[in-house]
């Protein structure tokens, strides 16, 4: 079974660049959320959907972040101008339903910033 | 220069002993809970889970204790191998909170062989 599809893995940009990271969800999970991995704050919820909807997003950093699910396949993050603080590995996982279902890990975009 | 970051709690075991991982986590009205494993360079991966309504769950090797009058969760490995090596991370339920799943700092077991 295909799990939670993220790209790219890797990705080193230039500070002010834009960075899409792309995520293809589990089929049939109805919600989807991106995390941010650091070693100065650990695992941080950025923002999540259900059936497509963004339902949370306090944890979004700055307005420099958003992101989009235009469909139950396919969602993006986005960080434009990103800055060299932006360097994270950014995970999206989903479930079946949000707080009732597990939540299941993509292997994370690892993202740096120069 | 020295690096900044979270000190995570570290567990260091013999091979074929058990590992107890513990996990306080902050909301009483947390009503679900699980355990990931974290692998260097991977996403976290689910192990096991438990509702609120109970106190016990076992799986394959592993058994999740919830103690809720003290808000307290862990995760025992029995038989650990070395490949149980990892970063061991509880995650909780918040309904109160439109339901988002807060993770904790992480624990990092290593198996000596």
């Known amino acids: 079974d295909a799990g939670v599809i993220q790209s790219p893995r890797h990705e080193v940009t230039e500070m002010g660049q834009e960075v899409t990271l792309r995520c293809k969800p589990i089929s049939g999970h109805n919600s989807l959320f991106w995390y941010r991995q650091t070693m100065m704050r650990g695992l941080e919820l950025l923002i999540y959907?259900?059936?497509?909807?963004?339902?949370?997003d306090s944890g979004m950093p700055e307005d420099r972040f958003s992101a989009k699910m235009p469909n139950a396949s396919f969602s993006t993050l986005k960080i434009q101008p990103s800055e060299p603080r932006d360097s994270a590995v950014y995970f999206c996982?989903?479930?079946?339903?949000?707080?009732?279902?597990?939540?299941?890990f993509g292997e994370g975009s690892w993202l740096t910033v120069v | 220069g020295e690096s900044v970051g979270l000190h995570l709690p570290t567990l260091s075991v013999q091979e074929g002993d058990n590992s107890i991982i513990n996990c306080a986590y902050s909301?009483?009205?947390?009503?679900?809970f699980i355990w990931y494993k974290q692998e260097s360079g991977k996403g976290p991966q689910f192990i096991i889970d438990i509702r609120s309504n109970m106190d016990k769950r076992q799986g394959q090797r592993v058994t999740v204790l919830l103690n809720k009058t003290v808000k307290h969760l862990s995760l025992q490995i029995a038989a650990t191998q070395p490949g149980d090596s990892a970063v061991y991370f509880c995650a909780e339920n918040r309904p109160a909170n439109n339901n988002d799943m807060r993770f904790g700092a992480g624990t990092r077991l290593t198996v000596k062989p």
């Open positions: 909301n009483s009205a947390s009503d679900y």
């Open positions: 959907f259900n059936n497509n909807v963004p339902i949370d």
């Open positions: 996982a989903s479930s079946i339903r949000q707080g009732v279902n597990t939540i299941y």
